[in-house]
């Protein structure tokens, strides 16, 4: 596309060129964010099937409870998150206070309506 924008003749004032390069510059942005991401990407490995981990980890499956209603939530990556399927990531407020503790371990994370408190019931 850039070559053929290049052939119309002015580059100066060829709006298809300058939208062209500009598009190339993002695509070669994105390459090199994704690039960076596949070079810091940690393989996990897969628990063995059936047994349940002491400690809230990466992929861990975790119950929790605040003010008597319990939730489910599956600990995943940044990219992987998604709170429609309760999977939330390592890095939101929730993720970072549950990584490494363990059943019974009671939490609180600060939300815009204040301290919420929340207890380890399992972890999977």
């Given at each position: 596309r850039l070559a053929t924008a290049r052939d119309m003749?002015?580059?100066?004032?060829?709006a298809e060129y300058?939208?062209?390069r500009d598009e190339l510059g993002f695509i070669?942005?994105?390459?090199?964010?994704?690039e960076d991401l596949v070079k810091n990407a940690t393989i996990?490995?897969?628990k063995a099937h059936g047994k349940k981990s002491k400690i809230v980890n990466l992929g861990s499956k975790v119950i929790i409870k605040t003010k008597g209603r319990k939730e489910i939530f599956t600990i995943v990556g940044e990219w992987e998150s998604n709170p429609e399927e309760k999977k939330i990531s390592n890095e939101s407020p929730l993720g970072k206070a549950l990584?490494?503790?363990?059943?019974?371990?009671?939490i609180e994370i600060n939300?815009?309506?204040?301290k919420i408190g929340?207890?380890?019931i399992a972890i999977e």
């Open positions: 003749g002015d580059l100066a004032e060829n300058t939208a062209a070669d942005g994105r390459i090199d964010e994704l996990i490995a897969e990584i490494g503790k363990m059943i019974n371990d009671k939300a815009p309506a204040g929340y207890k380890i």
